[in-house]
């Protein structure tokens, strides 16, 4: 079966080869930005679906999987820093405080779509600014939800991390899309 990556986010390429199917990645061209009191998990699961159908309506006859992710502080979503200075906002902003990361995967082939969503809890620990300059200035997280990259040094942010998948903060649930693999008829493992 032919299997598409609704990516060209390293990260969740990386995570895909886990799962040691061949896969093949292709960019969706979908418009990201929330729409007006769009709650964050209803945001990360519309982009998620959308990136997938967007690349499925090109390759009818491939699963897609499309993916997205929005951390949450007190309700409101952060994006991507996308700069230094917004990195450090929003880092300094997280210190000391519980962000929700929602992590939404859709699996897409014609008429067939199924989703799922997980929720990782990150709770930072008290931040000082030199650290957070120091942390931003070593990783450059400026792609990542959250301006952290939890699978390397940005872990040393944190007092503690709740989840039901781990590969999820970083970007792609494994475990549910495993689930979703397999009832589409993927052998996994």
């Known amino acids: 079966m032919n299997l598409v990556l609704a990516s060209t986010s390293t990260y969740r390429q990386e995570l895909l080869r886990r799962l040691r199917l061949p896969f093949q990645t292709m960019r969706p061209e979908v418009d990201e930005t929330p729409r007006h009191g769009e709650a964050p998990v209803e945001l990360v699961e519309r982009l998620a679906q959308a990136k997938a159908l967007h690349v499925a309506a090109a390759m ?38 519980s962000v929700r990361f929602h992590t939404a995967v859709c699996l897409a082939r014609g008429d067939k779509v199924s989703t799922a969503t997980d929720l990782t809890q990150v709770n930072f620990r008290k931040l000082e600014h030199e650290e957070i300059v120091r942390y931003v ?10 301006s952290f990259k939890s699978e390397g040094l940005g872990i040393a942010l ?19 899309l495993s689930k979703l693999l397999r009832q589409a008829g993927f052998r996994l493992p």
Do not use: Y
């Open 60 to 97: 009818p006859e491939a699963w897609v999987i499309g993916s997205d992710q929005v951390a949450a502080l007190n309700g409101e979503t952060l994006g991507k820093p996308g700069t230094r200075e917004r990195a450090i906002a929003q880092l300094a902003a997280m210190s000391g405080c």
């Open 137 to 146: 200035d070593t990783e450059q997280p400026l792609d990542c939800a959250g």
């Open 158 to 176: 944190f007092d503690a991390i709740e989840s039901h998948d781990p590969t999820a903060l970083i970007g792609l649930p494994l475990i549910a």
